[in-house]
């Protein structure tokens, strides 16, 4: 797709797209995770040669992808976020293996025992998380209240309390949900006019200046300079840098983030979703799409929420 050519994409489509396009981020860059980049860098030279040549056949999915398969199936229970049910969820799905924050597993754990998770998020670590784990699973909200950006952040804001209480944590919830539910709203690619509707949601000088650094980066060289690291702060904006540099490509958007290493399956699953949401489905590259896992909640589990979270958004 040419560089601003208007192009029609339908809300079932983009809100696949997302979730789909984040679980493929989550799958792939989960190969990668705490790896170098210039280990990285040796093996694949270009975002197309990962992309065509994944290290795997499976693209299985972590933390990132069960956490958001949560939120989404919290929204389509009670059309907003109650604590309670996405709590319910987020204990449901708990498979540990799945690579989940020390934070994030004391707190699921602690709501699994009945016990007062509440405490245990604000004093695991002092201040409690800022960890990106809030961001990384918000995606639902972006696209359920995506007509209502003011709803998004707040919804947003509830999705991360639970396990969330340090406000870069939380910040880098909203400000990735509001990109999405922008992202896939936009039927042609304006990047004035999305940083103009984005930075207004920063509510920290912190999050507000990477902000601003995401606008003025101009090659995907600089967005090291961003950060790569499982903090909020330093992952959230390189995933929306990342999604503008390349808005008209999935390969590309997802492909430059996880070639500079860190906390690539996050950072990947939020570009990604970002890409998904603006591309829609069928952006999404049909050799990663289809070696998601697929056994239980896998790929057609997640179409499938997708599916139904789109009609819901647009019968209310
Ligand atoms: N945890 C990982 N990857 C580590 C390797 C996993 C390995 N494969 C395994 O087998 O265990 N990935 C996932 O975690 C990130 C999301 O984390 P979340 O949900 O925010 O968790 P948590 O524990 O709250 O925060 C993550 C880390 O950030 C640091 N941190 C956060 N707040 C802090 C604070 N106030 N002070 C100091 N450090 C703080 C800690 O190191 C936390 O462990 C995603 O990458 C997901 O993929
Ligand atoms: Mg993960
Ligand atoms: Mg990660």
Known sequence: MKS????????????RGCLLGLAVGDGLGGRFEGMDRH????????????????????????????????????????????????????VVNYVPSRGYGRGARRVIEAMEDNKDYHAVACSYFPGGSYGNGAAMRVAPVGLFFLNN?????????LSALPTHTHQQGIEGAQILAVAIAIACSMNEW?????????????QSPEFNKQIEKARRITCVEDLIMLGNAITAIESVPTAIASFSLNPHSFTKAVGHVILIGGDTDTIAAMTGALSGAFLGIDAIPQNLLKSIENEGKGRDYIDGLAKNLADMYQST
């Open 149 to 157: 950006l003011e709803s998004v952040s707040s919804q947003a804001y």
């Open 190 to 202: 304006n990047k004035s006019l999305f940083y103009d509707k984005l930075i207004p949601h920063c």
């Open 39 to 90: 280990w990285i860098a040796k093996r694949y030279r270009t975002p197309q040669q990962l992309i065509e040549n994944p290290p795997t056949t499976t693209l299985s999915y972590t933390d990132d992808t069960q956490m958001m398969i949560g939120v989404a199936e919290a929204l389509y229970e009670d059309k907003e976020i109650i604590e309670k049910t996405l709590c319910q969820k987020f």
């Open 4 to 15: 601003n050519m208007a192009h029609s994409i339908s809300i079932q489509s983009r809100f």
